[in-house]
């Protein structure tokens, strides 16, 4: 099997796309689904948000699987202009509208509040307020116009499936020596 990496140019335009439940639902690429968001921190807010950081990461190492319904490859955060504006980057394996409804449900079940909440105009009411959710993220997204991907279209499930019988296979060739 030969894995070729690829890349998909990406209008600009919208108007193509099939409409979801949230707007338009843009095509798996070779990087899978994702989208970026920018926008800016509510002032006096920057270290409440640099601090979910690590409150996140501790959370995964309680519970691992905690961001697990949410299909992540990677997730990017990034402060930006000393501090007053954010960037959220997710790659991800489901379409917009079922990434953003499981991210309401995942976080409003956890008891961890998004760290979202620190930007300015996001919905206070985002846990009982699914599309005032998605409002934001839509009116704050920006759209890829390429996206690339090293081993294109494979699922987050598949990587690790593979990454199992990679490992299982070493151990038998280990324990044949």
């Not at 070729?4 to 209008?11: D, E, L």
């Not at 930006?80 to 997710?90: L, S």
């Not at 790659?91 to 995942?106: G, N, P, Q, R, S």
């Not at 019988?165 to 324990?175: G, N, P, T």
Request: contains cysteine; charged residues 25%.
């Amino acid at each position: 099997m030969e894995i070729k990496p690829q890349a998909t140019a990406i209008p600009k335009s919208t108007e193509h796309l099939e409409r979801g439940k949230y707007g338009p639902i843009f095509p798996k690429t070779p990087a899978c689904y994702g989208f970026t968001i920018v926008a800016n921190i509510k002032q006096g807010h920057s270290d409440a948000m640099r601090a979910y950081g690590p409150r996140i990461a501790e959370a995964l190492k309680t519970n691992p699987g905690l961001l697990a319904p949410l299909k992540l490859h990677y997730l990017r955060w990034v402060l930006f202009d000393d501090d007053t504006r954010f960037m959220y980057q997710g790659i991800f394996d489901t379409d917009f509208d079922k990434y953003t409804e499981d991210a309401v449900v995942l976080f409003t079940q956890s008891g961890i509040n998004t760290a979202f909440e620190h930007l300015e105009g996001f919905p206070m009411d985002w846990k009982t307020n699914t599309p005032a959710f998605i409002k934001f993220i839509r009116d704050h997204q920006c759209n890829s116009f390429l996206e690339y991907g090293e081993y294109p279209y494979f699922t987050g499930d598949e990587i690790k499936k593979a990454l199992k019988i990679k490992a299982a296979l070493a151990e038998m060739l280990e324990q044949m020596q």
